[in-house]
């Protein structure tokens, strides 16, 4: 599969899913698939979530909680890759105050209106989202304090080049702090190709060794696998394939 074609699946699958949750509840990064673990009620402490749009906790399709481990500071900047209907943006905005900035990136048009729509019930004035991909993203060099993603680097087709993007927007001494389904061991390359899979948050993403290894060839140092949740579903479902965990990560740049 080309890296556009994964795009293209991807941005498909969420805006379907944009679109479609006037009425429905997301149940997990993964949707209908039991497969990765996530169940995006639980991710959350219940008290961070008062007070924000229904909208916003509804569309919620992480695979954990990137903010809290975040360490966030007021008056920082902080960019979230793949923001999707800007959960983290919001809970990120509150901790960094109005002195800070919240930058949302997501390339799917739908999921940006749904993110602006609940920016505009917040009142949410820290926060701006742009449309880019978190390959070449939108965003300066050296201005970024903290880094977060949630449940989209396993998307992304080129990891080695989200990895560069995120080491260079940040400023020297920033932080990563990111949630993202990972495995033990590698999909097949037949598996890989199912692109509705891919997108669904399952078999794009790569080994935990790999991944930080990308992390580190990137630049970044203090890389720690903070927790592993194991999803058992998928391989107990089908013996032979690898273990995939929701992880949480962080790192510097030096
Ligand atoms: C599983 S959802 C997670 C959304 C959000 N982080 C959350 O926790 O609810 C993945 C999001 O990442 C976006 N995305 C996936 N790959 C991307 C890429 N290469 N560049 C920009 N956005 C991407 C999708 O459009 C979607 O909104």
């Not at 050296?142 to 989200?162: E, F, G, W, Y």
């Amino acid at each position: 599969m080309s890296n556009q074609a994964v795009h293209e699946a991807v941005r498909e699958h969420y805006g379907a899913i944009a679109r479609s949750l006037d009425t429905a509840q997301a149940t997990s990064c993964c949707g209908d698939t039991p497969s990765c673990g996530c169940n995006s009620s639980s991710l959350y402490n219940v008290e961070m979530l008062e007070g924000l749009p229904v909208d916003a906790t509804n569309l919620s399709l992480g695979c954990g909680d990137p903010v809290t481990i975040a360490s966030l500071k007021p008056g920082e900047t902080v960019l979230d890759l793949g923001s999707g209907g800007g959960i983290d943006c919001f809970l990120a905005a509150r901790r960094v105050g109005e002195t800070g900035h919240i930058i949302g990136v997501d390339m799917t048009p739908d999921m940006l209106a749904k993110a602006n729509a609940n920016k505009h019930k917040m009142g949410a004035r820290n926060v701006e989202f742009r449309q880019g991909q978190i390959e070449a993203l939108p965003v300066e060099d050296n201005t970024v304090d903290v880094v977060m993603s949630n449940c989209v680097i396993n998307l992304s087709p080129d990891k080695a080049a989200v990895f560069r993007e995120a080491y260079r927007v940040l400023r020297p001494g920033g932080r990563v702090s990111i949630s993202d389904i990972v495995t033990e061991g590698e999909f097949s390359p037949e598996l890989r190709a199912q692109v509705d899979k891919w997108a669904e948050c399952v078999t794009g993403a790569i080994d935990v060794e790999q991944y930080t290894g990308l992390m580190r060839q990137a630049g970044f140092v203090d890389i720690q696998v903070v927790d592993k949740v194991t999803a058992d579903d998928l391989a107990a479902a089908q013996p032979g394939l690898p273990r995939v965990y929701s992880a949480r990560v962080t790192a510097r740049k030096p």
